[in-house]
Every structure is written in C-alpha cells, then in structure tokens.
C-alpha cells in the first residue's frame, strides 16, 4: 500500500464510450503525475500537475483530458479512444514537483479499448 | 528522448545469487532513482541517488553512480525469489525535472 489509489483497477470501453479514470493520494503530496505503460514501450510521462497547475503536457492527444480540483486528487478523463491507447495507466504522486523527492506510484489501471 | 537505458533486459539467476543491472544516460542529472514493478502492478521506489553521491545502501540493494560515465548500477545481494520483477531506472534531464524511465530490466529469480 503505497498511499496512491486508482479506481477502477480495470476498465473496457469502445472506442465511442467517455469513462475517467481517478487518483486519490493520501500523502500530503503536492505534485501527480499520470503515466501510460504499454508493453515493449518505456514508461511515457502524459501529463503532470504541481499545486494543483499542469506543469508538463508530454505531446498527448486531447483525447485524454486530464483534471486536478485538488492537490488529493487528479482525474483522466477518456473519450473517443483508440485500440492502441489499450495499456496501464499509472498515477504517481511526489513531494513536490521539484524531482528531488521519489515517487510514489499507484497499482494503475488496466484499459482495453475495444 | 529516451535518457535511461537499462541492461540487460533480462536476466535470470538462482536464489542467493546476486544480480547486477546497470543504467546508462546521456545528459547531466540532478539525480537518479531506481524503482520495481511486479507484474501488471504499479511501481516501488527503491533508492534515490544525487549526483553528488557516488554509492547509496539499502538493506540488499546497493546502488553506485558514476556521472563521468553517465552510467550508474542497481545490485542485489543474496537473491530470493520475492525479488522477481523489473528493475527501472529514473532521471531527470538536469535543470528542469521530467521523470524519464527506462524499459526496464526483467529480473527472475529461480527458487
């Protein structure tokens, strides 16, 4: 238990569906992050968020739409998805934004696009 | 860019053994971390190294950095089973902080 939860653990949409996924940190953090983890592919940072401000937007499709209404809290939100955004997703929170701290990763969520 | 490189991508060793898996990067860090991830799970953070620091213990996990190499190590003593998993390793691109991770090296363990 790393003090990072993410709901749902998996999740199938089709590629018409609009679905979020959430982050909930329980640490005190003031930096989140979301990640995608596709198989045979590095780790690819999509977007991240410090005190609550998007500090980095890594190049992603506004397909993904990302929200932090808080610093506790950080969604994704999904709509018009393709097959090949099928992967993990992975939140992770840090101290700050600074990269001087670790991160703290949660268990991810697995989406299938259909 | 990609900035860490970790090799090998797989290794595969008996229980008690050690394993030793390194990270290559190509610009300057502030720092360096390394993290596990067991199957389909999210990822642990292991040891956080700063450029200024040449080596960093953490029970059986030993990690060393050599910023003239651009190149740092992750060793596991005394191998289990339990240690299954990939190993990542994590850099900043130096001044500003974009996580950025390798593919990984896939450890097993043999009981």
């Known amino acids: 238990e790393t003090g990072v939860t993410q709901t749902p653990r998996h999740l199938v949409m089709g590629m018409t569906n609009k679905k979020s996924l959430k982050c909930e940190q329980h640490?005190?953090?003031?930096?989140m992050y979301w990640y995608k983890q596709s198989a045979k592919k590095p780790l690819e940072l999509m977007f991240v968020?410090?005190?609550?401000?998007?500090?980095e937007n890594n190049s992603v499709p506004s397909r993904f739409s990302p929200e932090c209404p808080n610093s506790s809290h950080l969604f994704l939100h999904l709509h018009t998805l393709q097959p090949e955004d099928s992967a993990l997703y992975l939140c992770?929170?840090?101290?700050?934004?600074?990269?001087?701290?670790?991160?703290?990763f949660g268990p991810g969520t697995r989406l299938t696009v259909t | 860019s990609q900035q860490g490189e970790e090799d090998p991508q797989a290794l595969s060793i008996q229980e008690g053994e050690n394993a030793t898996m390194n990270c290559s990067y190509k610009?300057?860090?502030?720092?360096l971390q390394w993290y596990r991830q067991n199957s389909g799970r999210g990822l642990v953070h292991l040891i956080l190294?700063?450029?200024?620091?040449r080596e960093k213990h953490s029970g059986r996990l030993r990690v060393t950095l050599d910023t003239s190499k651009k190149s740092s190590s992750l060793l596991i003593t005394a191998s289990r089973a339990a240690d299954t998993a990939s190993y990542f390793c994590?850099?900043?691109?130096?001044?500003?902080?974009?996580?950025?991770f390798g593919r990984g090296t896939s450890l097993i363990v043999h009981p």
């Open positions: 994590a850099t900043d691109q130096g001044g500003s902080y974009i996580p950025t």
């Open positions: 610009t300057s860090i502030n720092n």
């Open positions: 968020y410090s005190l609550e401000e998007r500090v």
């Open positions: 190294i700063r450029s200024n620091e």
């Open positions: 640490l005190g953090h003031n930096a």
């Open positions: 992770a929170s840090s101290q700050d934004g600074s990269g001087n701290y670790e991160q703290y």
